[in-house]
Every structure is written in C-alpha cells, then in structure tokens.
C-alpha cells in the first residue's frame, strides 16, 4: 500500500504543482494508493497515442482519494486522438472519492473522470463518489456530445454536487454523467444547463436527490434523464425539473420548474467543497420524516436485489441531518429560531 498525505489545514494543504509538464501520477497494475490532504494540479497529458488522465492515471489497481483537489489538470488531444479524462483516468480499476473537489479540469470529452473497465477486470465494486463537489469543469468537444463523468463500471453517488461545468463554446453544460451499467445517485444534487443531465439505460436509481436542467440563453433544456421508455429509476425523494426521470409523486417524489427548485448559487455554505445551499421555501425540505437513509452498494447480494439502507448522519459539509426531518439533496437547511422575552415599555 502506498500512503501520500499532506500536513496542514484545509486551506493549507501540500500542492502537488506540475506545471503542465506531465501527468501528476501513473499507477501501474496491482497496487493500492491512499492520498489524503492535497491539491494536485496543472497536470497534463499530450499522447499521440491517445491522452488519458491528466492528474492521474490507474491501471489495473485501487485508488482512493480522500479530502483532495483536483484542479486545471488537463487531458490535451493530438492529431486525431481524442483527449479523456481531465481529471483521472482509470482502467478496470476501483476508486474512491471522499470529500474531494474536482474543478476547473479540461478534456476534449470526459473532462473529469473517465472510467473504462473490460468483462475481465477484477474489481467489481463500485466506484464510489462521496461528499465531492464537481464543478466549472471544461469539456472542448461539441457541447451536444460532452460528457463529464463516463463510466463503464457500477457508480455509487452519495452526499456530492455537479453544478456549472461547461461544455464547447459555453452555450451548454455538457452532460454530468454516462454511465454504462448500474449507477446510483443518492442525496445528491445535479444541475445542467441545456443538455442532458444523466444518461443511463436501464440501470440508474435515484434516491432523495436533486436533478436541475437549467435552459441556456437560447431558452434550451436537455432531459434530466435519459434512459429506456417504460423504466422507473426512483426510490422515492427526488425532486426534479422535468418528468424525463418517471417520477412517482405518490412515492414521495416532487416536480417543479426549475424557477421553483430553491436552490441558492454554488458557493462554500461551510465543510471541505463547495456545493448548492437550499432557500427556506424550497421543496427539497423536509421530504421525508425521520432520519435520512441511504443504500449502502456493497451489501447488494446481487441477482437483482437492493442493497441495504443505513443511516445517512452528515450531508455534503459535514453538518448533521438531525432535526427529524430529511431534505432531498447534498445539503441539509437548518432553520434557527431565536425567541426573545417580551418586554413591556
């Protein structure tokens, strides 16, 4: 095992600068890298052979990654070859992203993470995404066929935030997410702008999560999601901006406008990433009485069936859901009263 951590405080952590030189790290076959505490950036791969992963790149191993920024790394084509992978690159490998931000990272397509895995790797858990945010990422491609997050492998998405990542020209987000096989987006919040949200064709699950497509400035929408007619991806909780997702209102799901989300600008509410604050009359609130829950993938026992639901403690930030009442999405709005003594003139 290979242990890379950095000193300091958050906002003092060891900076891993390439300065557009190269890749940041290759990871060869059969090993195992934790890397806690930094900020790897200016990563850059330009690969006649085809460039994949600008900060980093797996092959056949594990890595995960834990309070970590991954930012201006950059997969750059040549020639015919496309650029993938801005951020990471992995090939039939298992990562893990806790408390990580990724922004600012550029590829021709793929701008942040690009996750390939054939019949016969060996790792089949799923890649998992965990109080991450994912922003201001660039893919150059044509906007209506840039994707963000491509993966072949099963994806597990907890308590994270994709939000203003641009696609070509700027005129549309880009699509946040490919996925292939089964992919699970829980608690967490999803917004586009003018293109598709989530592709997936019969295996995406959605769980008390947020799921914008913002129109651009030619008044465009995508779909929230894409995925075979006739599928119904909810568990319960989500709120949405168009009816592409199924959802099932009488199972606790909610359609809005995008006007009526409440959602609050990308910006840092508190904890390690930035993310998208609820306003106090937003409908993600209080969607479910009780304490939040959410599936953990690696009790799926396969053959179809779901995994376990633990108790969800924190949401993106850190801060507790504790007050008998779960919101929908990567953030949990707290409301404080102050009541003052009446005085008597």
Not at 137 to 144: E, G, L, R, S, V
Not at 189 to 205: E, F, H, P, Q
Not at 281 to 294: H, K, V
């Amino acid at each position: 095992m290979i242990i890379i951590s950095g000193q300091g405080d958050l906002k003092n952590r060891p900076i891993i600068d390439a300065n557009q030189i190269d890749r940041i790290l290759e990871i060869g076959s059969n090993r195992l890298v934790w890397m806690q505490n930094l900020v790897l950036k200016n990563g850059l791969v330009e690969d006649g052979d085809g460039s994949r992963g600008g900060a980093i790149s797996l092959t056949n191993s594990v890595l995960a990654l834990n309070t970590v920024r991954l930012t201006n790394n950059e997969a750059r084509p040549v020639g015919h070859n496309v650029g993938l992978g801005g951020a990471i690159y992995t090939s039939d490998s298992q990562f893990y992203l806790y408390n990580c931000e990724l922004d600012h990272n550029k590829a021709e397509n793929r701008s942040v993470i690009y996750a390939y895995s054939s019949t016969v790797s060996k790792y089949k858990d799923p890649d998992q995404i965990k109080e991450t945010s994912i922003h201001h990422n660039i893919a150059t491609t044509d906007p209506q066929y840039a994707i963000h997050i491509m993966t072949s492998k099963r994806l597990n998405m907890v308590n994270s935030t994709m939000s203003d990542n641009i696609a070509g020209d700027g005129s549309k987000s880009g699509m946040n997410i490919n996925g292939g096989t089964d992919l699970w987006i829980q608690h967490s919040t999803l917004v586009a702008r003018g293109s598709d949200n989530i592709w997936n064709r019969y295996s995406l699950r959605l769980y008390f999560s947020i799921l914008v497509n913002l129109p651009n400035d030619e008044g465009n929408t995508g779909k929230n999601c894409l995925m075979d007619d006739g599928y119904l991806p909810s568990k319960s909780g989500n709120v949405v901006t168009d009816d592409s997702c199924s959802p099932d209102t009488l199972n606790g799901d909610v359609q809005v406008s995008h006007e009526q989300v409440g959602l609050l600008d990308l910006a840092n509410y508190g904890g390690p990433t930035p993310t998208r604050a609820l306003m106090p009359d937003s409908p993600a609130r209080d969607l479910r009485m009780g304490n939040c829950q959410y599936y953990d993938f690696h009790s799926a026992k396969g053959g179809g069936s779901d995994p376990e639901l633990l108790v969800l403690e924190t949401d993106q930030r850190g801060m507790p859901r504790d007050d008998s009442f779960c919101d929908s999405g990567a953030y949990e709005l707290k409301l404080f009263m102050l009541h003052l003594p009446v005085i008597a003139k």
